[in-house]
């Protein structure tokens, strides 16, 4: 049976990895084996992120109510308590989008919680 390289196969693997890394600094983007630590870095730190954007936005979404009902007149776990009660079912994500777009709306939805 005839040896066979799997040049093909390696050149494919190489190609992708280089791909990947183009544009970083210097040999990390040139060189193979640097390339491949680099690219596994960028990929394990874009997962982690992925889920630090969850994070980060549910904080952004809360700070964004807390605001907006202190303006009306409730703290923030006040109002999610009283949510809750009440049986309003919005979540945080709507509730922040309805603080900076519609006021007015988030407004009588307090009014209509604080009752």
């Known amino acids: 049976m005839p040896r066979v390289k799997g ?3 390696t050149h494919r693997r190489h190609k992708r990895i280089l791909k990947a890394a183009k544009g970083y ?3 990390r ?3 193979f084996r640097t390339a491949v ?3 596994r870095r960028a990929w394990a730190a874009s997962y982690k ?3 630090q954007r969850k994070r980060d ?5 809360i700070q964004r109510i807390n605001a907006a009902s202190r303006l009306n007149g409730l ?3 006040r109002l999610i308590h009283k949510m809750k009660v009440k049986d309003v079912d919005l979540n945080r994500k709507m509730l922040a989008d309805l603080a900076v777009t519609e006021p007015t709306i988030f407004k009588e939805i307090t009014e209509f919680v604080k009752k």
Do not use: A, E, N
């Open 7 to 9: 040049g093909y196969t």
């Open 25 to 27: 600094f210097m040999g």
């Open 29 to 31: 983007g040139k060189l």
């Open 37 to 39: 630590i680099q690219v």
């Open 49 to 51: 992120g992925r889920k």
């Open 57 to 61: 936005m549910r904080k952004l979404w």
């Open 75 to 77: 703290t923030y776990s």
